[in-house]
């Protein structure tokens, strides 16, 4: 079956009565000057839709007879003209360099200029122009002449350093008197002009003895608690090293005050060595008799051995109140011995 070509499917729709759009047809700008959005319109009377034939097709896909765009593109009817307008009156010379005299004033008409055809501006006696100019009705006054400045005294400014010595620094200020109306600054020491100089003078300044913080001394060991045998041993250490002055700061104790002084108890013990024992009598203990028959004396001895003196302990105190280790005496009750032989 042979396939219709285009043409042949454009004369089908034709003689049916179906609708076709005109071209594109560009309206009116938005704006009259500018640039603006440009709209486009089209019909649908390429052909007309006759009987009974299809409407044309919108862009939205429904249809219709005429349709309305606006195009991507904008319109550009050219600049818009602008009227001119007046900048601020602005003073002009005086007639006099000081003193009173006339003063003038102008202006322009750039505020903004006059373009595109547009308007210029309107001068006081009702034309139109691009600049204009007055004589004010009040004077201008110029002041009094230049004068010249000049230094005041030097001043002592602060020093180099809080404490101790120093640089010192002077200042002075042009204002002795103050330049007015032009007149020329004061000279500085090289050779420059200027308002305000400093110098550092060559005698230094002394702000007395920086405070000085305080530091610890080294712990050193106090007492033991005992004199004999384990104890506890103390340390102490003293805020001199260096010892705080001219208002520095005491030492840091361990608690976190402060403080001159501190003292600890170390987590070692200090042993003392062994304590003295004193001596202790044992009992008296019998003797021989000073005879061997018959009655006679009985001697008793005891020894200071319980305990023994050590370490430095005292001995035992005899019976006369001296000391010693061992003692003996004549008990008062006789010792009989028996009967002596018979010869």
């Known amino acids: 079956m042979k396939k219709a070509n285009s043409a042949e499917i454009w004369r089908f729709h034709q003689n049916s009565g179906y609708g076709a759009w005109s071209e594109w047809v560009d309206g009116d700008c938005s704006v009259t000057c500018g640039v603006g959005e440009q709209t486009q ?33 904008p319109c550009d009817r050219g600049p818009c003209p602008i009227d001119g307008g007046w900048s601020e009156w602005v003073n002009g010379d005086c007639s006099v360099t000081c003193g009173v005299g006339e003063q003038t004033q102008s202006r322009t008409c750039n505020n903004p200029e006059p373009a595109n055809g547009g308007a210029e501006c309107t001068l006081e006696d009702g034309t139109t122009g691009r600049t204009e100019e007055r004589t004010v009705p009040w004077p201008c006054d110029q002041g009094p002449c230049p004068i010249d400045g000049g230094w005041s005294e030097w001043v002592d400014g602060d020093c180099s ?13 042009c204002n002795n008197p103050e330049p007015a109306n032009g007149g020329a600054e004061c000279t500085l020491e090289d050779g420059t002009a200027g308002r305000t100089e400093e110098r ?9 003895p920086c405070p000085i913080d305080g530091g610890w001394s080294d ?39 402060t403080g001159r002084t ?19 009598w044992s009992e008296w203990v019998d003797g021989g ?14 020894a200071c051995n319980n305990p023994e003196p050590a370490n430095g302990g005292a001995e035992c105190t005899l019976e006369d109140g001296t000391t010693g280790r061992t003692e003996e005496r004549i008990v008062p009750w006789p010792c009989d011995q028996g009967p002596c032989p018979v010869r």
């Open 219 to 257: 712990w050193v060991d106090g007492d033991c608690s005992v004199t004999c045998g384990v104890g506890e041993q103390t340390q102490s250490r003293t805020c001199n090293n260096p010892e705080p002055a001219n208002g520095g700061a005491e030492c840091t104790l361990e608690d976190g005050t």
């Open 41 to 73: 319109s089209r019909t649908c009377n390429n052909p007309e839709p006759a009987n009974g034939g299809a409407e044309c097709t919108l862009e939205d896909g429904t249809a219709g007879r005429t349709e309305e765009r606006i195009v991507p593109w």
């Open 161 to 173: 350093v809080t404490c101790g010595v120093g640089e010192q620094t002077q200042s002075r200020a």
């Open 289 to 302: 008799c000073s005879v061997t028959c018959g009655v006679g004396e009985q001697t008793q001895s005891r």
């Open 262 to 280: 501190e003292e600890r108890i170390v987590p070692w013990p200090c042993n003392q060595g062994p304590c003295p024992i004193d001596g202790g």
């Open 200 to 208: 550092t003078v060559p005698w230094p300044c002394d702000q007395g």
